[in-house]
């Protein structure tokens, strides 16, 4: 079973901070100094490392949201050393990160400069260069890439802001096209591992989730006209993927509070893995299918963190850091695949 890191100890007080109130000789000055120094090399090193090729086991990107600062920063974290890097940071929204098959590029919705709405847009690592995906001139946002990694499923407000659909890019044409049409809001798609199906949400109220509904839409050249299936009822949404393809992680107030819950495809039996009187949501696989990350508000500064626990449910534990102006939040957990 994978384990799961335990929350970090408490950082000492540093050497510096507790001897800058008494003299000190020239010699022992420096020498902290420069202590400080490596360590600061060390830590930006390492952060730098999360970059590369060379993949250390079990990362995750998230969006933390600044909300006094009004600032958005894709970043990512070492899951094992509980150290994190910037990615990219906006002074606006960042949604919905999703990784390509090879984990070197992040595809993402930020909003527009030069008009209303969202467009997808992809982040190469190491390189950190970003380019524009989809150029309106509707909302585009939710993606989710193919396993083969030539198509990004995503969804899209091509009729009225009340009525969402889920269409397709190809990363190679640029060219998009409707996957479903439905009458109210139909988003947050995502694909099975094989390529084969698509889980999505359906919203029959605006966007209101009392009465979203989740479904699973069998997907491909051999599957013409296939009616999707309903996996679980009203209250459930954000389904996504066991990586071996036979259950769904998703949240839903069904039982009272937003909690999260698995369910075999065909929806034959549920699950509920989070007991908390506070909200749970936006579950996500790690690609061993060990570990399902997800995002909380159980803690007492009343912000979204980033938890982490086992695929039964059992051992959770929080990833992201205490922040002592309790003003940031986290939001949209992507494990980065196996290399």
């Not at 069998?218 to 036979?246: A, H, I, Y």
């Not at 937003?258 to 009187?277: K, N, Q």
């Not at 696989?285 to 979204?304: K, M, N, Q, T, V």
């Amino acid at each position: 079973m994978t384990s799961i890191p335990r929350p970090l100890v408490p950082p000492v007080e540093s050497e510096l901070a507790r001897t800058v109130h008494r003299p000190l000789g020239l010699v022992r000055l420096l020498f902290i100094l420069g202590m400080v120094t490596l360590i600061a090399c060390v830590v930006l090193v390492q952060g730098m490392s999360l970059l590369g090729a060379a993949l250390p086991a079990s990362q995750i990107a998230y969006v933390a949201w600044d909300r006094m600062e009004g600032e958005s920063t894709l970043e990512l974290l070492d899951v094992r050393q509980r150290q994190a890097v910037a990615l990219y940071q906006w002074i606006g929204q960042l949604d919905t990160p999703t990784w390509t098959p090879d984990g070197q590029t992040l595809i993402f919705a930020r909003d527009r400069e030069d008009r209303l709405g969202r467009d997808l847009a992809a982040l190469d690592l190491p390189s950190l260069d970003f380019r524009w995906l989809t150029h309106g001139p509707y909302d585009n946002t939710a993606p989710d890439v193919s396993p083969d990694g030539r198509s990004v499923l995503f969804q899209r407000d091509t009729r009225s802001p009340s009525q969402w659909d889920v269409h397709v890019l190809d990363l190679d044409s640029g060219e998009t096209r409707p996957i479903f049409e439905g009458g109210g809001i139909d988003g947050q798609p995502d694909w099975s591992a094989d390529g084969r199906s698509l889980t999505y949400d359906m919203s029959w109220n605006g966007y209101t989730e009392m009465y979203t509904t989740l479904y699973v839409l069998p997907f491909g050249d051999d599957q013409p006209g296939e009616d999707p299936l309903r996996v679980v009822g009203s209250n459930s949404f954000t389904g996504d993927w066991s990586p071996d393809g036979t259950a769904l992680a998703f949240a839903s107030s069904r039982d009272g509070s937003y909690d999260i819950y698995r369910a075999d495809v065909a929806g034959r039996t549920v699950e509920r893995l989070t007991h908390h009187p506070y909200s749970d949501f936006a579950p996500a696989w790690s690609p061993d299918g060990g570990l399902i990350a997800f995002i909380s508000r159980r803690d007492s500064d009343g912000e979204a963190h980033l938890f982490v626990m086992h695929a039964d449910g059992t051992e959770v534990r929080r990833l992201s850091p205490s922040v002592l102006t309790g003003t940031r939040s986290y939001f949209y957990p992507a494990w980065r695949p196996s290399p």
